[in-house]
T-cell receptor
Framework: GNSVTQMEGPVTLSEEAFLTINCTYTATGYPSLFWYVQYPGEGLQLLLKATKADDKGSNKGFEATYRKETTSFHLEKGSVQVSDSAVYFCALSVENTGFQKLVFGTGTRLLVSP | EPEVTQTPSHQVTQMGQEVILRCVPISNHLYFYWYRQILGQKVEFLVSFYNNEISEKSEIFDDQFSVERPDGSNFTLKIRSTKLEDSAMYFC?????????????FGPGTRLTVL
């Protein structure tokens, strides 16, 4: 089947620290991969995506590389800010009936302190 | 920037009552979705909708659930007779196409509380 596994949170970091949030997946077929972010009180916002192996998605200093050999899509940022505090969701896109649907991980809460 | 909107932001209802959750997708999008997130759990797919028809639904989406696009802008999720376990955050999403690589844009969610 299709599933996404994310590291448990919360991840607590000081400002300017390096961030990694691990994400691995299992999928039938060749999925597209996404990171969504949910800031407090808001909906899910697309952070970045990658649609084929070795693609690197990037946005706002965040990066993730689609690794087919390790079925991973880890999220990284070199220097986090307090404003990055949010819940981060890894997701994959599958197409069973000719239409896309997203399969999400459990989400990882990031807390950044000044 | 265009965005998906949802109303209400919070709905409290008694068990057995009907609720309708409303969404306005991005105007040029043709594919619509509902997901839900029970507190502390994963975001789960409920249903996808295209061309006034359900294209796929999950096992969660039983006969108590229905979706409708009553006019050119709204997309609704109806729960006919709510249960306690329907308490969750419900997210609407839309996308321009339904292909694997497309991006789904999400609304801010409706928190449904069933008492």
């Amino acid at each position: 089947g299709n599933s996404v596994t994310q590291m448990e949170g919360p991840v607590t970091l000081s400002e300017e620290a390096f961030l990694t949030i691990n994400c691995t997946y299992t999928a039938t077929g060749y999925p597209s991969l996404f990171w969504y972010v949910q800031y407090p009180g808001e909906g899910l916002q697309l952070l970045l995506k990658a649609t084929k192996a070795d693609d690197k998605g990037s946005n706002k200093g965040f990066e993730a590389t689609y690794r087919k050999e390790t079925t991973s899509f880890h999220l990284e940022k070199g220097s986090v800010q307090v404003s990055d505090s949010a819940v981060y969701f890894c997701a994959l896109s599958v197409e069973n009936t000719g239409f896309q649907k997203l399969v999400f991980g459990t989400g990882t809460r990031l807390l950044v302190s000044p | 920037e265009p965005e998906v909107t949802q109303t209400p932001s919070h709905q409290v209802t008694q068990m057995g009552q009907e609720v309708i959750l409303r969404c306005v997708p991005i105007s040029n999008h043709l594919y619509f979705y509902w997901y839900r997130q029970i507190l502390g759990q994963k975001v789960e797919f409920l249903v996808s909708f295209y061309n006034n028809e359900i294209s796929e639904k999950s096992e969660i989406f039983d006969d108590q659930f229905s979706v409708e696009r009553p006019d050119g802008s709204n997309f609704t999720l109806k729960i006919r007779s709510t249960k306690l376990e329907d308490s969750a955050m419900y997210f609407c999403a839309s996308s321009e196409s339904g292909v694997l690589t497309d991006t789904q844009y999400f609304g801010p969610g409706t928190r449904l509380t069933v008492l």
